[in-house]
Structures are given as structure tokens and as C-alpha cells.
């Protein structure tokens, strides 16, 4: 069983950045990881994700050049440095573990319980 807490979510205005932490419990060191979004009224999407070697990453077109993913696997924590934040980056983040990128991508194994990112402008 693997256990995702999420932290470093809040307010921020246009242009600002912001730093969330993923910290798992349990032998996460395979799991592929990543970062989905859900913002209100709209479908969950993936943000970005990152291998279990951290070799592959993946973004979403919208956050590509903002968003950096990265993982510490010592610490099994993944992280989300976003910076140039926009409006349409409000959403709740979901930090969320697979087998792989691809499964991940699709379906997940495990989720998080979500931290709250809010851009104003």
C-alpha cells in the first residue's frame, strides 16, 4: 500500500511560482509518478509525470517551459516547481503513483488527497 500527502499549495498572484511536495509512504522508488489537476467544473488532468528512474518526463503543452517536475527517491518525495503562474493554473493538484508513465497517464494506483493552488489576478 502506498500513501500520498501533498504540501506547498496556496495563494499566489499572476507571475508568481509555488513549490508542491509529494511525500509517499512505502517502496515508491518504482512507481512512476506525477501531477494531475482538477480545476472546478472541469475533468482531471495530467499535469506532468516522471519515470521511476526519473530518466522519462512528461508535461502537458500548457505548463511546458513553467512547470518542473522532479524526484527524490532517497526521500520517495516528487516534486512541482511551477513558475509564471497564470489564472488557469487554479485547481486542486493531485500527486498520483503507476506502474508506469503510461498507466499513470490513464490510471493511476494510488492518489493523493489534494492541496488547493490559487492564481489571482
Known amino acids: 500500500q502506498v500513501q500520498l500527502v501533498e504540501s506547498g499549495g496556496g495563494l499566489v498572484q499572476v507571475g508568481g511560482s509555488l513549490r508542491l511536495s509529494c511525500a509517499a509512504s512505502?517502496?515508491?522508488?518504482?512507481?512512476?509518478m506525477g501531477w494531475f489537476r482538477q480545476a472546478p467544473g472541469k475533468e482531471r488532468e495530467i499535469v506532468a509525470a516522471i519515470s521511476s528512474s526519473g530518466v522519462m518526463i512528461y508535461y502537458r503543452d500548457s505548463v511546458k517551459g513553467r512547470f518542473t517536475i522532479s524526484r527524490d527517491n532517497a526521500k520517495n518525495t516528487v516534486f512541482l516547481q511551477m513558475i509564471s503562474l497564470k489564472p488557469e493554473d487554479t485547481a486542486v493538484y493531485y500527486c498520483?503513483?503507476?506502474?508506469?508513465?503510461?498507466?499513470?497517464?490513464?490510471?493511476?494506483?494510488?492518489w493523493g488527497q489534494g492541496t488547493q493552488v490559487t492564481v489571482s489576478s
Open positions: 512505502g517502496r515508491t522508488f518504482r512507481f512512476a
Open positions: 498520483a503513483a503507476g506502474n508506469t508513465i503510461v498507466e499513470l497517464r490513464t490510471t493511476p494506483d494510488y
